[in-house]
């Protein structure tokens, strides 16, 4: 079991111990249970969905990477495939606030990374800010998401967004989490071509400047991440977030990369290049190149 765990593990009710505790041996846990081990996980623990998630909680905010806060957030996305996914909040010392990400948007990035289509609830250990409530509102679930959150009664989306603005009233068709394709040839070596295909899954239909990041780990695996915008822009998650989300929640740290390819156009409206070799530069990643999509 990967340390982090440790002390959360402790917590944890002793029927929902013995039945995690094979689950969580792989040093590289990928922060995700299956439909069939949530089905394994409720059947061992008389747990139902709710209650699991909340279970879980201090699992994923465990995995929060609270660098300069040292406040650690976790949620759990429930996707409709049944997977349960977790989320835990982001920073990076050396860099800018900008950089950092939530624990919803890390929940339902990672759900969306590993090729969710659509969640049916967030739980969370503390109540949403606005600017979780503004990312969740690009999602295909809409304002009717549920929202679980300790003690409170149970609640939608748009109960924490009342008169919410979003993609609808720009009228965009594609939401987040829908299928998406830009359709960008693939060229270039394994890891290039993750990036490319990283960036056709963009959901950028405000700048039209899809983009993809790819990392590779001394190990060889490769953790991707698309661009998510927002309708409202800042909420907006950058390619390079939505990589090192995934790659963090599976067990592994930041001196385990050993390359970074980043796919985006040459003259697009916006440009990431600056600020995530910026960010990769401040986590001690040098070996990044840029490809141009066609």
Request: proline letters at 6%.
């Amino acid at each position: 079991m990967n340390s982090r765990f440790d002390s959360a593990f402790t917590q944890l009710p002793a029927s929902l111990q013995a039945v995690l505790q094979p689950l969580l041996a792989d040093e590289h846990f990928p922060g995700m249970f299956t439909a069939p081990e949530v089905a394994h996980i409720k059947q061992h623990t008389g747990l139902n969905d709710n209650e699991l998630a909340f279970a879980l909680l201090p699992l994923a905010a465990a995995c929060a990477r609270a660098e300069i806060s040292h406040f650690n957030v976790g949620a759990i996305a429930r996707g409709v495939s049944g997977n349960l996914y977790f989320g835990g909040n982001m920073e990076f010392t050396s860099t800018t606030m900008q950089q950092t990400v939530h624990a919803e948007q890390s929940a339902i990035t990672h759900a969306w990374m590993r090729g969710e289509k659509k969640l049916e609830s967030i739980t969370v250990n503390y109540t949403p800010c606005g600017h979780c409530r503004q990312f969740m509102n690009e999602l295909n679930s809409g304002t009717h998401l549920p929202i679980h959150l300790p003690n409170v009664p149970p609640a939608t989306l748009g109960d924490y967004l009342p008169n919410a603005f979003g993609p609808r009233d720009l009228d965009i068709k594609t939401l987040l989490l829908d299928d998406e394709d830009h359709h960008f040839a693939l060229v270039g070596d394994d890891l290039t071509q993750a990036a490319i295909v990283a960036a056709n899954r963009s959901h950028s239909p405000y700048s039209q400047a899809p983009a993809g990041v790819a990392l590779e780990t001394q190990d060889g695996n490769i953790f991707v991440g698309s661009y998510a915008e927002n309708a409202a822009f800042n909420p907006s998650l950058p390619p390079l977030q939505a990589a090192l989300n995934v790659l963090s929640l599976s067990g592994y740290e930041y001196r385990e990369i050993k390359r970074a390819v980043l796919a985006e156009r040459r003259e697009a409206s916006l440009v990431q290049w600056p600020a995530i070799s910026a960010t990769l530069n401040a986590i001690g990643v040098k070996n990044i190149n840029q490809v141009f999509l066609d």
